[in-house]
């Protein structure tokens, strides 16, 4: 039985490849010019990218909603304290 294709691309794109690799320059280069090798390069890249985003979309409400809550706590501070 043959591999399924995400078992051979996550072979074939593993980060692993490189000058600890134990591949030769001419391999790395020849893997390099492999379509899928750029497909899974740019694969990885968009994963990592997303994730980045993610990241900051998420810091991003956090801050507008700490925010949101130093207002109310502002707000009620003042009216607790004008009473």
């Known amino acids: 039985m043959g591999q399924g294709p995400q078992k051979g691309m996550a072979l074939r794109c593993s ?3 490189g000058v ?6 001419s391999e790395r280069a020849k893997e390099k ?3 899928m090798f750029k497909l899974c390069s740019e694969i990885e890249q968009m994963i990592d990218l997303e994730r980045v985003m993610e990241e900051r979309i998420l810091n991003s409400r956090l801050e507008f909603a700490l925010k949101e809550i130093l ?3 502002k707000k009620e501070f003042h009216d607790v304290k004008t009473c």
């Not at 600890?20 to 320059?25: I, M, Q, Y």
């Open 15 to 17: 980060k692993n490849r």
């Open 20 to 25: 600890g690799s134990g591949l030769t320059h």
């Open 33 to 35: 010019s492999d379509p």
């Open 71 to 73: 207002e109310i706590t």
